[in-house]
Nanobody
Framework: QVQVAESGGGLVQAGGSLRLSCAASGRTFSSYTMAWFRQAPGKVREFVAASWSGGTTSYADSVKGRFTISRDNAGNTVYLQMNSLKPEDTAVYYC?????????????????WGQGTQVTVSS
C-alpha cells in the first residue's frame, strides 16, 4: 500500500522554473514505478514523466529537455524539476505510483494517486 501527496505547485512566469515534490509512504515504495501526470482545463490527463523500477526514466515528448524526474528513495520523495516553463504547461500535476513492472504511460494503469498540485505559468 502506497500513499502519495504532491506539493510545490504555484504561479511562475514563462521561462521560469518550478520543482514539484511527491512524498510517498509505504514499505514497498522503492520497488514501485513513480510517475507524474498532468491535466489542463479541457484536456485529458496526460503522462509527463516516470521513474521506472531500476532507475530508468521516461518523458513525454512535450517536456523532454525541460523537465527532469528524480527519486530520493531514502526520503521516499519523488521530484519533478520543471525548467523553461511555458503557458501550455499550466495544469494540475499529479503524482502516481504503480506496483507493477509494466512501465506504462497510461494513467489508468496506476494504482495510487495524489490529489494534485496546481501549476500556473503566466505569459
Amino acid at each position: 500500500q502506497v500513499q502519495v501527496a504532491e506539493s510545490g505547485g504555484g504561479l511562475v512566469q514563462a521561462g521560469g522554473s518550478l520543482r514539484l515534490s511527491c512524498a510517498a509512504s509505504g514499505r514497498t515504495f522503492s520497488s514501485y514505478t513513480m510517475a507524474w501526470f498532468r491535466q489542463a482545463p479541457g484536456k485529458v490527463r496526460e503522462f509527463v514523466a516516470a521513474s521506472w523500477s531500476g532507475g530508468t526514466t521516461s518523458y513525454a515528448d512535450s517536456v523532454k529537455g525541460r523537465f527532469t524526474i528524480s527519486r530520493d528513495n531514502a526520503g521516499n520523495t519523488v521530484y519533478l524539476q520543471m525548467n523553461s516553463l511555458k503557458p501550455e504547461d499550466t495544469a494540475v500535476y499529479y503524482c502516481a505510483a504503480d506496483r507493477s513492472l509494466a512501465r506504462s504511460t497510461l494513467h489508468s494503469r496506476y494504482d495510487y494517486w495524489g490529489q494534485g498540485t496546481q501549476v500556473t505559468v503566466s505569459s
